[in-house]
């Protein structure tokens, strides 16, 4: 067994003439929160969806248990266990927490000559492992619409600890989401933590992260700024980073519009 149960060795990758990520390094382990930090286009959506099987890195290593991996598709990269929350996150409104909760794999039972999806033993299973996951559902047949959207993020969390993920992916679960609502999602993120599964933690509020995360990795404009444990950086050395990136990018696009003006001069 590696140390890591994912390793990405200077990916890069590009979408034509645009770097959406260059040189990236980064570790996970199991049991830990790894939290990646950055502004709107630094790359943070590219470099899950890399690890999730959506892209293929277009130059550097991808390993899984230190064994060079490709995934051809999401599927492929959830069979092996790594799940992936998108914000949108895939719930279908009109059909009950139990449907959802087992999308696509469905348990059922023989009822004559045909196979049918067994509600009761499914609803049972649906409430017990939200339970788990601290989230009181009053019927599992309501429709998923009648949740909050912080319940949602929850269910679609349990769901993806039920069927076995190792690695967790979370793509700004609390970007939606209030203060309150904000605050039971990270209890989940917690709890899968101490189950042992690996979490990333995609956000660009620190404050949000802080409190749950073990590691973070500071991307800005395709490029990784660093990685740092918990124990070695405050809340606010993260904000200062942050925010210096952000000057930056400030800087190099008022200089551009200079150039722009003086060449048309
Ligand atoms: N499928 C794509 N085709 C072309 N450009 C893309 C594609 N996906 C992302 N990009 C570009 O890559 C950069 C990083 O985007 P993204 O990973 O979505 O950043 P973030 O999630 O941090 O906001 C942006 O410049 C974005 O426009
Ligand atoms: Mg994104």
Redesign the pocket.
């Known amino acids: 067994m590696s140390e890591f149960i994912l390793e990405l060795k200077n990916v890069s990758r590009y979408?034509?003439s645009?770097i959406?990520l260059k040189d990236i390094n980064m570790q996970i382990k199991l049991g830990e929160v790894h939290c990646l930090l950055?502004d709107?286009?630094?790359?943070?959506?590219?470099?899950i969806k890399t690890l999730a099987g959506v892209h293929e890195p277009s130059e550097g290593e991808f390993l899984m248990n230190a064994e060079p991996t490709a995934f051809s598709s999401p599927r492929d990269a959830l069979d092996a266990g790594i799940a992936t929350v998108y914000q949108d996150l895939a719930l279908v409104n009109l059909m009950s927490v139990t449907r959802n909760f087992f999308m696509g794999r469905e348990i059922t039972k023989k009822w004559g000559p045909f196979s049918v999806f067994d509600t009761e033993k499914a609803n049972e299973i649906a409430r017990a492992g939200l339970a788990e996951m601290g989230i009181d559902v009053r019927d599992p047949e309501h429709p998923i619409g009648t949740m909050s959207g912080g319940e949602r993020q929850c269910l679609a969390i349990a769901r993806a600890i039920h069927f076995g993920a190792k690695v967790l992916i979370l793509d700004e679960p609390t970007a939606a989401l209030g203060v309150k609502q904000s605050a039971n999602v990270l209890k989940v993120v917690a709890r899968a933590r101490a189950r042992g599964l690996a979490v990333i933690l995609i956000t660009h509020n620190v404050h949000h992260a802080y409190p749950v995360a073990d590691r973070f990795t500071l991307?800005n404009r395709?490029k990784s700024l660093g990685t740092w444990l918990k124990s070695d950086v405050s809340r606010e050395e993260i904000l200062e980073m942050m925010a210096g990136g952000q000057e930056l990018e400030n800087l190099e696009a008022e200089l551009a519009e200079f150039a722009r003006l003086d060449e048309s001069a």
Request: no cysteine; glycine share 34%.
């Open positions: 979408f034509g645009v959406a950055g709107n286009g630094a790359g943070k959506s590219t470099l991307l395709g």
